[in-house]
């Protein structure tokens, strides 16, 4: 006969140690997956991942090399150049001569007042006033063997002893010189300036032809 109070020991004994066999399997996996996941495999891994690959390096190396320098800059390029200005062209000095005298202008090319006379000018022109007038008429002779450009030609006048400006005047028969002469060959112009008939003492008539040519200065008396 069983004794009631004596615990079964044989039926609790087998559940027990399987759930403790169950707790300690269960921590040597946790512990096994632990190890594995700081293991210098993983490390290595994680670490590699971190670094950029070789295609990444050179795609970022092509995009910084091919960003503008420092010296192809928008900035840099464009700032202005300075440019030197050319220099005019300096006019020759001028040479005084006898009102009336033929004078070289240069060498085989010559020019002389051939003709003055008192007029009343007409004013047709702005800035033009009528008034006691001289016509000059002056003539250039070509002996230089090839043709001269007069298209460039200024004729002024001065008067009195402040070498006053005189007004030019077209008429009456103001010529101005033709566009060239020709080597052999002469050509003439006719300038009438007004000028008041008690400065006429002190006359300056100048012939330009070129700035690469001396400036003639005729001076003298003119007829009143």
């Known amino acids: 006969m069983t004794d009631p109070i004596q615990p079964k020991r044989g039926r609790w004994a087998a559940p027990a140690l ?23 495999k993983n490390a290595a891994t994680t670490s590699s991942a971190a670094v950029p690959t070789g295609s990444a390096s050179a795609s970022a190396s092509a995009t910084a090399s091919s960003s503008p320098s420092a010296s192809s800059s928008p900035a840099a390029s464009s700032t202005p150049t300075r440019t030197t200005p050319a220099a005019a062209a300096t006019p020759q000095p001028t040479k005084t001569a006898t009102i009336s005298a ?3 202008i240069v060498k085989s090319l010559t020019a002389k007042v051939t003709k003055m006379e008192a007029v009343q000018g007409k004013a047709n022109g702005p800035g033009e006033v009528a008034g006691p007038s001289v016509r000059f008429t002056i ?54 300036f007004n000028i008041p008939t008690a400065s006429r003492n002190k006359v300056t008539v100048t012939v330009d032809t070129s700035v690469q040519n001396p400036v003639i200065a005729f001076r003298g008396a003119a007829p009143r």
Do not use: H
């Open 139 to 192: 003539t250039i002779t070509n002996s230089t063997g090839k043709t001269v450009d007069l298209s460039n030609t200024v004729v002024n006048a001065y008067y009195g002893s402040d070498a006053t400006p005189a007004t030019e005047l077209q008429q009456p028969g103001g010529q101005a010189f033709p566009a060239s002469v020709a080597s052999g060959s002469t050509a003439t112009g006719v300038f009438v």
């Open 18 to 40: 399987i759930a403790i066999l169950a707790a300690v399997i269960v921590v040597v996996v946790v512990i096994g997956v632990v190890s594995a996941a700081n293991s210098p």
């Open 102 to 104: 033929p004078t070289a």
